[in-house]
């Protein structure tokens, strides 16, 4: 297993346009987040999954926002009509009940112009 | 709401010498971590505190929980510049959902 995998690694797209990104998580992991960090902060909690269950979503998240996780496995979180405030790091991380800690991506760094 | 406080936010230390970054959190927690971050790059898992009194030690770097204080330190000693990075700590509400401190950067000169 070579862990969590996000894709695409970076995108710049133009304010207005719709993104979506992709994470694959560990296999045998249940709970699946996601992340958002913008330069000089930590990451802030954006939703989670528990299998194909969205259980919780941060009041961060508008309604331009949406995440999936179809069938528990990889997940999709996609930005309709990005604004320059969206630019960030978006982060996946993946773990399993009753784990201790996430294993986290690598990232999609996302840039709006 | 939980929140954290990390401080100092930023460090600079000379080779060979000892410190400590606090973090702070506001209400009862499960567990705290302590991650790394090196610039560009993802999250790495450091240590994870589960109780009080707890100690964790990897080569220079040392974690410890005081769950009655809510803080939690990260001691390095002998410090190295490879050990120069963004330090995170964060800790669970519920779910496992985690809330970050800010972070530290820890730049260690020769």
């Known amino acids: 297993d070579t862990g969590v995998s996000q894709d695409p690694r970076h995108k710049i797209t133009k304010r207005g346009q719709n993104v979506t990104f992709r994470c694959d998580p560990i296999s045998e992991h249940n709970r699946l987040y996601w992340y958002r960090q913008t330069l000089g902060q930590g990451p802030e909690f954006l939703t989670y999954f528990q299998n194909e269950a969205q259980l919780e979503k941060s009041r961060l998240l508008s309604d331009r926002f949406s995440a999936e996780r179809p069938k528990g496995s990889f997940s999709t979180l996609e930005i309709q009509r990005t604004e320059q405030g969206d630019s960030a790091m978006y982060l996946c991380?993946?773990?399993?009940?009753?784990?201790?800690?996430?294993?986290f991506g690598s990232g999609t760094r996302l840039t709006v112009v | 709401e939980l929140k954290v406080e990390q401080n100092p936010l930023f460090l600079s230390m000379q080779e060979g010498k000892n410190y400590t970054i606090y973090c702070n959190y506001s209400?009862?927690?499960?567990?705290l971590y302590w991650y790394r971050q090196d610039p560009g790059k993802s999250l790495e898992s450091l240590f994870v505190l589960l109780s009080n009194g707890a100690v964790k030690q990897e080569g220079r770097l040392m974690a410890s929980l005081d769950t009655k204080a809510r803080l939690s330190t990260l001691h390095i000693t002998a410090a190295v510049h490879d050990l120069s990075a963004t330090y995170f700590c964060?800790?669970?509400?519920?779910?496992?959902?985690?809330?970050f401190g800010d972070g530290t950067t820890l730049t260690v000169k020769p």
């Open positions: 964060a800790a669970d509400s519920n779910a496992g959902k985690s809330t």
């Open positions: 991380a993946s773990s399993s009940w009753g784990d201790y800690g996430y294993t």
């Open positions: 209400t009862t927690s499960d567990r």
